[in-house]
């Protein structure tokens, strides 16, 4: 978008009426995000926050993120499938190793169909696959020149 005269006077005008930056962009034909950076490099005055801050006497307390998991737990002779106590301890619970670490990654076959499987020949260090499949997979950047002269 092209910042004219104009589009900059709307901008100032809307902006010190103190429209949301939203309403802005609808009004002008473009985004937020457009507004807020035209904004910035005008050094436009600062607005509030619309998220309201805690009042004088409350504290926000937030617990940090951490990725859930859905979990299943074998109790023998329950009924029911419960969580431990929030008072134990959490275990770090490591993922299995990945089975294919040094071997090929090529699939042979159509996935889904009978036969599928990949080809487990010993990987390169570097790349997924063995170097008959790399040859295949990856194309040497002389090559691709030469081709296009």
Same mark, same amino acid.
């Given at each position: 978008m092209e910042w004219t005269e104009e589009?900059?006077?709307? &901008?100032?005008? &809307?902006?010190s009426e103190g429209l949301p930056t939203a309403e802005i962009g609808r009004r002008l034909g473009i985004t937020k995000n457009a507004v807020i950076g035209k904004a910035h490099r005008l050094t436009l +005055? *600062? /607005? +509030? *926050?619309?998220i309201p801050a805690p009042t004088s006497g #409350?504290?926000? &307390?937030r617990e940090p993120r951490r990725a859930t998991r859905a979990k299943s737990f074998h109790v023998s002779g329950a009924a *029911? &499938?419960?969580? $431990? *106590?929030?008072?134990?301890? /959490? /275990? /770090?619970? #490591?993922? $299995? +190793?990945?089975r294919r670490a040094h071997t090929c990654c090529w699939p042979l076959g159509e996935p889904?169909? +009978?036969g599928f499987r990949f080809c487990d020949d010993p990987a390169l260090p570097t790349k997924p696959y063995c170097a008959t499949h790399a040859d295949l997979a990856y194309v040497k950047i002389r090559e691709k020149r030469e081709e296009a002269a």
């Open positions: 589009t900059i006077t709307q &901008l100032r005008h &809307l902006w +005055p *600062s /607005r +509030p *926050s619309p #409350e504290k926000v &307390l *029911s &499938l419960t969580a $431990p *106590s929030a008072a134990a301890p /959490r /275990r /770090r619970i #490591e993922p $299995p +190793p990945f889904g169909k +009978p």
